[in-house]
């Protein structure tokens, strides 16, 4: 890529994998409890730094 190319452009991975992985980590950690409710949406924008689109996607692979 070229040097000037913004870092967020040269992300290998995307947030929206980040989360996936961060979602499944709290699952497997037991943070998260098989059948509970998870936390809102509006808490994990906040928590995580991220908009509506990626919370909502990354729940979606995860539902897949």
């Not at 699952?27 to 908009?51: C, N, Q, Y």
Request: glycine fraction near 6%.
């Amino acid at each position: 890529m070229h040097p000037d190319t913004p870092a967020r452009l040269k992300r290998s991975v995307s947030l929206t994998t980040e989360l996936v992985q961060a979602f499944g980590d709290r699952v497997r950690d037991g943070t998260w409890k098989a059948g509970a409710k998870l936390p809102k949406e509006a808490d994990l924008i906040e928590e995580f730094g991220v908009s509506r689109t990626v919370v909502r996607e990354a729940m979606s692979r995860l539902q897949a």
